[in-house]
DNA sequence: CAGTGGTCTAGACCACGAT
DNA sequence: TCGTGGTCTAGACCACTGA
C-alpha cells in the first residue's frame, strides 16, 4: 500500500481534526509525538508542529514539552471578536453612518474613573459624549474620558468631523487594553439618546486602553436595543 | 558598530512593535520585506516571517503577496473570548459550583428552533433547562435543545449529575459553532429563576453548534445581572 | 512579468518538565 | 535524566497579485 501523504499544514490539521472528530483519537487521548507523525503523514517535523500549533492556539490540544500531546478533553472555546470601528460595524451591514456629538468639555473625573485611569483625583480629562447613527437611527451611545497627559493633542480636536473612536485609533498608540461586556438597563437619558423606553435592556462595552504603563482612554459604548455581538467558534 | 542582532521571533516581533508604537512606521505605512528585515535583523526570513504572520493576525499588520506589509491604518483589533464549560467559570472565580436540572423533556420545539437547527418541524427534540449556581447562588440559567437524531445517547441520559454542557462536550462531537452575545430584560420566569427583579438587564449568550452540516444543540444562557465577561486586546 | 509573502525541508540545538 | 515540543537556519519552490 501507499502510504497518504499530507504536504501542507492544512492537510495535516484536517487529517488530525478527522481524527478528533471521529473519535480515533478521544477526549484526554496522548496522540503521537510529532517526529512519528511526521514520518506517517510523509512530510517534515515543522509541517506537523504548524499544524498542531495552531490546533493547540484554538483549545483544542493541549501540548506540553515531554508530556506530549493531548485532545483536550474540556475544550476552551476561543471566540475570536472583531473590535472595529463603529463606523465599519455599521457600513459592514450596508447601512450609512452618521454621528453626533453631544457633549465636549475639560473636567475633572469621577474618582472611579480616575482611579481605573491611575490619573491623580484633581486633573481634569477630556470628557466625549457621542451618538452613532444607522441610516439616521441611533445605533449606539459613547462616552468617553481622555487623558490629556497622554495625549495632549486632543485638546485641541473638535471631534465633530470625525469620531474620537477613530481620530485615537490615528493619533494615540495603544499597546493593550481590558475590554468588558455586559448588560444594564437603560438610564432616563439613555433612553432619550438611543429612542427607546427607560429600563430596556442595553449591550455594552466597556474598554480601557494603555500605552506602556500608562491609560489612555476609557470608553463605554451603549447599543440600541436588539443589538448582537455576533462571531463564530 | 554592531548590528543589534534579533534571534528569537519575539525579540523581532517586540523591535517591530516598538517601531510602530514610536511612529517610526506610522499608520499605512509600507515596511521593508521579509529578506531585507531578515538581514537587518541578523536572523533567517522564516523568523522574521513568523514574528509578522503573528502580529497580523492580530490585526496590527496587513499583508498580501507582492504588496508587501503595511502597519494596519484601522487596527481591527481582535479579542479572543475563552467560552469554557460554566463549572470552569464558576470554579476560576474561586467558587463552590453547583447546578439543578429544572426541566427534562422530549417535545416538539418552536418552530424558531427547529428552522434555525434545519430540522423538520415535527421532529422531537430533547429539552433541557438547568440553573448554575456559585457559591449557592444563582449564576446562569440554561435553556437547551438537543437533536436527537444527531446525539442518539442523550435520551439515555438524566443530566442530573452532570451538565448537559459537560456531557456534549464529551459525547457529541462538533466541527463550528454559532456565537451571539447580546442583552434582554429579564422575564418573570428568569427573573424568579435567578432571583432578580422582572425586566432586569440579563447579559445572554446563544449558541448553536454543529458537527459537519448537522445542528448538534442550540443554548441560551441567561447570566445573572451584574455579569461580564472580560477580556483583554 | 516579477516581487512579495507562504510554505516546505532536513537538520540542528535548546528549554522545559515529567518521571 | 532525557523525551518532547519550541525554535532557528539556509535554501528552495510556489502562489498570488500588482504593475
Not at 178 to 191: C, G, M, P, R
Amino acid at each position: 500500500m501507499t502510504k497518504p501523504q499530507f504536504r501542507s499544514w492544512q492537510s495535516v490539521q484536517e487529517e488530525v481534526l478527522r481524527r478528533i472528530h471521529a473519535r480515533e483519537w478521544p477526549p484526554g487521548d496522548l496522540i503521537p509525538n510529532e517526529a512519528d507523525l511526521a514520518e506517517e503523514f510523509g512530510c517534515s517535523r515543522a509541517t506537523v508542529n504548524r499544524a498542531l500549533r495552531t490546533l493547540a492556539e484554538t483549545g483544542l490540544l493541549d501540548r506540553r514539552r515531554k508530556a506530549g500531546t493531548r485532545v483536550a478533553a474540556q475544550p476552551v472555546a476561543k471566540a475570536t471578536l472583531d473590535i472595529s470601528v463603529i463606523r465599519m460595524d455599521v457600513e459592514a451591514r450596508g447601512q450609512r453612518y452618521d454621528h453626533r456629538l453631544i457633549a465636549r468639555k475639560t473636567t475633572i473625573p469621577p474618582t472611579a474613573v480616575s482611579a481605573a485611569m491611575q490619573s491623580s483625583p484633581e486633573t481634569a480629562m477630556l470628557y466625549l459624549k457621542a451618538l452613532h447613527l444607522a441610516d439616521g437611527q441611533p445605533y449606539a451611545l459613547e462616552d468617553r474620558w481622555i487623558r490629556l497627559d497622554v495625549v495632549p493633542e486632543a485638546a485641541e480636536e473638535r471631534f465633530d468631523e470625525i469620531s474620537s473612536n477613530e481620530w485615537l485609533l490615528r493619533h494615540a498608540p495603544y499597546t493593550h487594553g481590558d475590554i468588558a461586556f455586559s448588560a444594564v438597563n437603560a438610564t432616563d437619558v439613555e433612553a432619550q439618546a438611543l429612542g427607546c423606553a427607560a429600563g430596556a435592556a442595553l449591550f455594552i462595552i466597556d474598554r480601557l486602553t494603555w500605552n506602556r504603563s500608562d491609560a489612555v482612554t476609557k470608553v463605554r459604548i451603549v447599543f440600541a436595543p436588539g443589538h448582537q455581538m455576533r462571531t463564530v467558534l
